[in-house]
């Protein structure tokens, strides 16, 4: 950034000239270099943008008696907003955040083929699955669990960061769902999606941060989410 001293002339400048950015702040006119565009048009974010009118349509279409019974339960289940955990979420919150998860794994996932839940289920939450690891095996990048899945009955849903040296460990990493298929076990291999978001998977000795939560079809939603970081081993 470099500040300009107007002269006779010229008296002011403002906008962009080839890449370079001119403006008024507090110390007078400057300039910097224009920053690069964000692309918005790319296959994921329309993929989210299109899921996210789909959802609300579907919301529109429910009757008034079911968005009461999505309030009703979103009391019930008590889920807390992620920027004030002294509220919950509303019903048509918990509507969106159940059914965001539903349809972005329902291609890879059976139980999900119908992937609209329209009308809540009363039940006790599931206990949350937690992760005991995270590592390469041969061909996969396995996230192990401490609990069984039964793939007959759930789906696990795993959030996870781009590969992390221990410097760049925080809380504000941006995790991203796994779009993988849940399958009989103690683990969940992302190996293949995981590389279509960040290019590789992570390397031993480097970190990840992760969460995971659980659909359990008896209890009609998904679990709590369990947060916590790993090295790859």
């Given amino acids: 950034m470099a500040r300009v001293k107007l002269s006779g002339l010229v008296s002011d ?10 403006q008024r702040n507090q110390s007078g006119l400057i300039m910097r270099n224009q920053s690069g565009n964000i692309n918005s048009n790319t296959v994921r974010s329309n993929t989210q943008r299109n899921s996210t009118a789909i959802i609300q349509s579907s919301w529109q279409l429910l009757t008034d008696n079911q968005r009461l019974l999505w309030q009703n339960y979103s009391i019930f289940i008590g889920h807390k907003q992620k920027r004030n955990s002294s509220l919950n979420i509303n019903g048509h919150q918990l509507f ?3 059914n965001s998860l539903r349809l972005a794994l329902s291609p890879v996932n059976d139980l999900f083929t119908t992937w609209l839940l329209s009308t809540p289920i009363f039940s006790p939450l599931i206990s ?9 095996d041969v061909t996969l990048l396995k996230v192990v669990f401490d609990t069984e899945i039964f793939a007959g009955t759930q789906v696990v849903a795993v959030f996870i960061s781009r ?3 221990g410097s760049q460990l ?3 990493q941006k995790l991203t769902l796994m779009k993988s298929s849940t399958f009989n076990g103690f683990y969940l291999d992302i190996n293949d999606y995981y590389i279509t978001v960040y290019g590789r ?5 480097e ?7 659980v ?3 008896t209890a009609g939603s998904f679990s709590n989410y369990s947060v916590n970081r790993f090295e790859i081993f």
């Fill in 13 to 22: 400048i403002s906008g962009r000239i080839n890449g370079t950015v001119f």
């Fill in 96 to 98: 969106i955040k159940i």
């Fill in 128 to 136: 949350p699955f937690q992760i005991t690891s995270i590592g390469i």
């Fill in 163 to 165: 590969p992390l040296r």
């Fill in 170 to 172: 925080s809380g504000n």
């Fill in 201 to 205: 998977v992570p390397v031993p000795g």
């Fill in 207 to 213: 970190f990840v941060q992760a969460k995971v939560c």
């Fill in 215 to 217: 659909w359990e079809d």
